[in-house]
């Protein structure tokens, strides 16, 4: 089975903090860590491999301290790592990113599974896994709890707001992975220490021969103008009555708030 | 800055960053009340840490002695004991690592590193700093040493399967008559004996050995009769190292907790750190912590380089353990009442400090090592 899981290295913070002159995130003295969700995306690619056999190729798109997450992404145990680094690659936004990486496995070649995290933790967006099937003309299963694969299919569930939804699709096919999905494994130390010495691949525009108008800045028809702090409202609501009529009200109001 | 650790060390350092903080430091209060932990050792095995220092060939993951440090020091920020367990680990199995024969290397080294907790025995109820005191004995009868007497204070005592034993071959030339054997766990004979309730550390296992006519093969013998002494001392020089590590990550956490408390606790209108009394004790454990972290790291350094470290090795055990019960003390001060209450964890950080202040070289001794050796220089 050849399995591609794409990650991406974003910043490890719980305390946001944004610039109040360019209006975006503050990224001094912040540290890259693999987004939390393509973890499990890593796990479950490992797993597979361990049932059905096979290589794991590790792909991410980013400046050069991403080989800091790739190199991570093979201590828990892929195979092989690309990074898809150039300056012409920078500025993207989803589609220029998911065009970007859909060139890259289409230059790996033959790939049964495509591996995402549902979402990535800074852009919260969860297109680029989508835009990529799309690109390859693959199946795409999203948000997806469990996998199984049988006889060239993927047997998946999908967690969605009201229930699960349980999925057959053909193979190739991608899939962004839940938190559900799995826990995590934490690399060893032996495997670090194999990993720090394994060669990363880098591919450029050229290596993967893209269409100019399609990458970076210039393929980006989406841009981050501001990123801002919600407003928050300190209005304290009372509500009246007996103890049912209490609750009666505050479920309506946290399911017309969309809360519930 | 001294150090720049290379890529494979920063990646460890951040994987026992997570390990600690996500499976240890959240046990810490519990092994307190309860004791060593087995499933979380069971983790720490299944995740290598064990294997840590010992060569690729016997299944560890060729580690350096700054490695070692930085994993001591990580653990330790979330677990004192968790780290004291696996320095007294390494210290034993290290003696094999260095003295043993290839046959010996092969027979125990894979276990240390992936499945075998090991335990270094050298105190006595009667022989603590005056190692050459002990009293146990081993005559050579046949192809075996019998082994009688009792250890006490043995790290890892009950939870080990290996432990390595310094015993007297000739009782009568003092320190030169001191032999190491390794004697398996299970060996007729040799019993765990009382386990010590002690006031810190209580995440690690320390207990009394009994060897009542233990026999053990001579291939068990490590190096050869009369090494012992020299054996048990070379390994320590490297514990120290880990005391040092274990110092500097201990004191960080009383410190982060103090440091948390004083920016929010308001007294006289203003929070306590705006108060000079907290910011002098809290600049105290920052230099004491950074101090004792380049003490450390640049010990290890040496030992990687295969210099010899004695002198610095007890400096740094002198300097750390001390530096980190003032800080802990502090912390206990800064949160007032509340450092009195278990609730807040700074006490049982003290309670844990006192250990590196006598374990592995009390600070008395030490001080007589460094001032000979510098007073001979």
């Known amino acids: 089975m050849k399995i591609v899981v794409c990650i991406k290295q974003v910043p490890d913070t719980v305390d946001v903090k944004i610039d109040p002159v360019t209006k975006n995130l503050d990224r001094t003295n912040i540290v890259g860590v693999i987004n939390p969700f393509d973890k499990n995306a890593i796990e479950e690619a490992v797993r597979l491999k361990e049932k059905h056999g096979g290589e794991i190729t590790v792909v991410s798109m980013g400046p050069p301290q991403t080989n800091e997450s790739l190199r991570e992404a093979l201590a828990l145990g892929c195979d092989n790592a690309i990074l898809l680094s150039a300056r012409e690659l920078g500025g993207a936004d989803t589609l220029a990113t998911g065009y970007t990486l859909s060139r890259a496995i289409e230059k790996i070649g033959a790939v049964d599974i495509v591996l995402f995290g549902s979402h990535a933790v800074d852009a919260d967006t969860g297109q680029t896994g989508p835009i990529v099937a799309e690109n390859l003309g693959y199946r795409q299963i999203t948000f997806v709890s469990k996998v199984e694969v049988e006889d060239g299919y993927v047997f998946a569930s999908r967690t969605l707001e009201n229930g699960v939804q349980k999925v057959k699709a053909k193979l190739p096919v991608v899939l962004t992975a839940t938190k559900e999905l799995n826990k995590p494994r934490y690399a060893t130390p032996i495997k670090i220490m194999k990993a720090a010495k394994k060669e990363i691949t880098v591919w450029n525009h050229l290596d993967l021969e893209c269409d100019m108008d399609r990458i970076g800045l210039k393929g980006s028809p989406t841009a981050v103008t501001e990123i801002f702090e919600p407003k928050r409202d300190n209005k304290i609501n009372m509500l009246k009555g007996s103890p049912e009529e209490i609750a009666k009200a505050l479920v309506n109001k946290l399911l017309a708030d969309k809360l519930l | ?377």
């Open chain 2, 1 to 377: 800055m001294l150090f720049e650790f290379t890529e494979e060390q920063k990646m460890i350092q951040k994987m026992v960053k997570e390990f600690t903080e996500n499976e240890i430091a959240p046990l810490d209060e519990k092994m307190d009340n309860e004791g060593f932990n087995y499933e979380l050792w069971d983790k720490i095995k299944e995740n290598g840490f064990l294997g840590i220092p010992f060569p690729e060939q016997y299944g560890g993951s060729g580690g350096d002695p700054i490695t070692s440090a930085i994993t001591i020091h990580e653990i330790a920020k979330g677990s004192a004991s968790v780290a004291l367990t696996l320095d007294a680990h390494w210290l034993a199995a290290d003696t094999i690592l260095h003295h043993g024969t290839e046959t010996q290397k092969e027979k125990y080294l894979y276990k240390a590193a992936t499945d075998t907790i090991f335990a270094f025995s050298l105190t006595e109820p009667m022989a603590g700093s005056d190692a050459a005191g002990i009293q146990s004995t081993a005559v050579l009868t046949g192809d075996e040493y019998v082994l009688n007497g009792t250890k006490a204070w043995c790290t890892n005592g009950g939870v080990s399967g290996v432990y390595i034993i310094l015993a007297k071959t000739d009782v009568n030339i003092g320190f030169k008559g001191i032999s190491a054997f390794i004697v398996e766990e299970g060996t007729p004979g040799f019993t765990v004996g009382k386990k010590e309730n002690k006031m810190g550390m209580r995440g690690s296992n320390t207990t009394e050995l009994v060897m009542n006519d233990v026999k053990v093969s001579k291939e068990n013998l490590l190096g050869k009769e009369g090494d012992g002494f020299k054996i048990a001392m070379i390994a320590l020089d490297g514990a120290r190292i880990s005391i040092g590590a274990i110092s500097a990550g201990l004191a960080e956490s009383a410190m982060k907790i103090a440091k948390n408390y004083a920016n929010q606790r308001v007294a006289f209108g203003k929070p306590i750190a705006k108060l000079q009394a907290i910011q002098f004790m809290i600049a105290n454990m920052a230099i004491g912590i950074r101090a004792t972290e380049l003490m450390t790291f640049d010990c290890a350094k040496m030992k990687a380089q295969g210099m010899r470290h004695t002198k610095d090795a007890a400096m740094v055990k002198v300097f750390g353990a001390e530096m980190a019960m003032q800080s802990c003390k502090d912390a206990i001060q800064i949160l007032g009442g509340n450092g009195y209450s278990k609730d807040y964890h700074v006490e049982r950080y003290l309670r844990d400090a006192k250990l590196l202040e006598i374990g592995e070289g009390a600070s008395e001794v030490l001080r007589m090592l460094v001032g000979t050796t510098e007073l001979n220089s």
